[in-house]
């Protein structure tokens, strides 16, 4: 018996710590502020409400892939409608003519339901002349309300390529954008591109099983590649195509890439070799 009551007071001790815990969870806590971590990118306000944009990190909008969230406040009493139904329309002003940008859904995040979560793909940056602005509609208590805000998307601060927009060779006018690594180790770090295909100006739908093939260089030594990479594929889960990138040092890397589709016919990109540096389809990046 003696040699069991140690183990005793320390399952005794461990049920009150455990206890004590899950008390804490239980009892009803002040409201946080969800997006407290967050960058608020722009506060709307019109119809009585406060929409709100974020993004994670310290970043505006830029070229490429944003992931944005969306809240909606009440102005009346400065409460966030929960499970809000929000659908947007960037649309791109231009001298010419006006275009939109790929983008997914605005979906209510699981961790909180006042919470929305999507991403835009802009494939160029504004200027003096033409601009870009997004349209929200949204549902709340029943009743349908929009607005248009008008935004700066800018090129990203380092100058590096994080979106391409070109025309295949089969015709087809695709927008590639690099969603991960957002921070680059040198290690094998995971790469993640989302593809769309332009349908016409206010239409990009995704392009899925597709294969992106990846060959990352540095061209101020030598042109040399890393070993361990592994092309992009169609991950249907994900909605995204996913590979590896294998970074074996620190500084510029053009990550040359070639894009085939389902039959295999490359329809942008060529392969690099001795005699040529690069491919016309490319991400860069340097960390
Ligand atoms: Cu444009």
Not at 80 to 95: A, G, K, N, R
Not at 114 to 132: C, H, I, P, R
Not at 147 to 163: N, R, W
């Amino acid at each position: 018996m003696k040699t069991i009551k140690p183990f005793i007071v320390i399952f005794i001790v461990a049920l009150v710590l455990s206890s004590c815990t899950s008390d804490g969870d239980d009892s009803p806590k002040i409201e946080e502020n969800p997006m407290a971590e967050f960058n608020l990118l722009s506060n709307i306000e019109a119809n009585g409400h406060s929409l709100e944009l974020y993004s994670k990190g310290k970043k505006g909008f830029t070229t490429g892939y944003n992931e944005i969230f969306v809240r909606i406040k009440d102005n009346a009493d400065a409460s966030y409608f929960t499970d809000p139904e929000i659908s947007w329309l960037p649309v791109m002003h231009m001298t010419s003519m006006n275009h939109s940008c790929p983008k997914s859904d605005l979906s209510i995040t699981e961790e909180n339901n006042t919470v929305s979560k999507g991403y835009l793909v802009f494939q160029m940056a504004g200027n003096t002349d033409e601009f870009w602005d997004i349209t929200f509609t949204y549902i709340v208590d029943g009743q349908e309300y929009s607005l248009t805000e008008t935004i700066d998307v800018v090129a990203p601060s380092d100058g590096k390529q994080k979106v391409s927009s070109f025309m295949g060779s089969d015709d087809v006018m695709y927008v590639l954008a690099m969603v991960e690594p957002s921070d680059p180790q040198v290690a094998v770090n995971d790469i993640q591109a989302i593809l769309f295909k332009m349908e016409n100006m206010m239409s990009f739908p995704a392009v899925e099983n597709y294969t992106i093939a990846l060959d990352p260089r540095m061209p101020s030594m030598g042109n040399h590649s890393s070993p361990n990479n592994v092309d992009l594929t169609f991950d249907a889960a994900a909605k995204s195509y996913n590979g590896k990138l294998s970074l074996t040092m620190t500084g510029y890397w053009k990550l040359n890439l070639r894009l085939l589709n389902g039959n295999g016919e490359v329809l942008k990109g060529e392969e690099v070799t001795d005699e040529n540096e690069a491919s016309s389809l490319y991400f860069e990046l340097e960390f």
